[in-house]
């Protein structure tokens, strides 16, 4: 993925960054200053706070949102347009900020469902290994970091099968090692957990076979990260994890095979293409104003300096126009005058 660089801050002019095609991402991008959720849809000044684990930058200090809620909002804007008239939405561990969006498509019935270990506001008490909905019945579900938690996993795997509608679409995402075999052990105690799992109530750790087992439990399936859906460029300025996968599924028709997945696509795309144009003229522009600043407080002290060597103000030539700062000044000092007389 490339976006064109920021140009050296010393330029104050040249060509704008969409001239150039640069290497890579531009490294200043990772120390921009500011955040922005894509929840909340707020700018922060300064980093995301630490999240689980003590994760840097990683929670939104507005709305407390983590990479994945970040990333689920923008999927789910992508996906949009295909899950329009939605009949049954099963969200599984509901949380505080993926659950307004999922409403916001306004299924004809939103089921929150959840275990009840995080003490969730849910509409059903239940387990995913037992959901309490006919075949075929629920046409988007979303379950976030919960199959890991589950020691029969491939009983929750078959239940999201089942459920699905012919066309319906299931979003998961569960903590995951590329390249890995997932590390598992229902009955390893807690210290064991945390050091293999990362959690005391996570019972493994998934590798690369969580495709298989999906795939086993009738679920054909389709990666996404945000790398691959945003460009490189963008997903580094929104701090989201790049690499973390999101995994699409739908229900195999009974009796059909899963098909093999394909290989996740990092090719660029025309909104990759757009989204590192519009960051690289972002940056090529944060350039110039660094530049324009620092010339501004060189001119401030050159002033100064007049200013005590006794040199008074060079007037203007006859018939130059004010500049625009005295005019603004003199329209701001010419309104508080009216609107001190009129009390
Ligand atoms: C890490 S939290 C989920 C986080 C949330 N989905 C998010 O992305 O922010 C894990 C949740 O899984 C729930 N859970 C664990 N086992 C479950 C099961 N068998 N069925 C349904 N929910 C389960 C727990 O109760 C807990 O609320």
Known sequence: MRIPATPSTEQTSGPSAAEGE?????????????????????????????????????????????????????LLSVLEPVLEDLGTLLEVAP??????????????????????????????????????????????????????????????MREIARVLSP??????????????????????????????????????FYGDDFDDRLAESGLALQRVTPRSLLGEAMATWLHTNPDELVWIVRAVPAGERAPQPAPLDLAPTSLTRTLDAMLGEMLFLRGELVTHRREARRLARELEQLRGSGVGPVPAPPGAPRPLHRRVAGRVRRELRQRLRSG
């Open 22 to 74: 640069q290497p890579a991402v531009d490294p200043t991008l990772g120390d921009y200053p500011r955040r922005y959720c894509s929840i909340c849809h707020q700018v922060v000044r300064k980093e995301f706070k630490p999240g689980p684990g003590g994760r840097p930058d990683a929670s939104c200090p507005k709305c407390r949102s983590l990479e994945r809620h970040r990333f689920f909002a923008l």
């Open 167 to 204: 066309g319906g679409l299931g979003l998961l995402q569960v903590p995951h090692r590329a390249g890995t075999l997932t590390d598992e052990d229902p009955d390893a105690p807690v210290e064991v957990r945390l050091e293999r799992f990362g959690q005391a109530d996570h019972v493994r």
């Open 95 to 156: 949380s505080p900020e993926t659950s307004p969006l999922l409403a916001g498509l306004e299924p004809r019935r939103h089921l929150r469902l959840d275990l009840g270990a995080d003490n969730r506001l849910v509409d059903v008490l239940g387990s995913l290994t037992e959901v309490p909905l006919p075949d075929d019945s629920v046409d988007l579900l979303v379950c976030y970091h919960v199959l890991e938690h589950i020691p029969d996993d491939r009983a929750a």
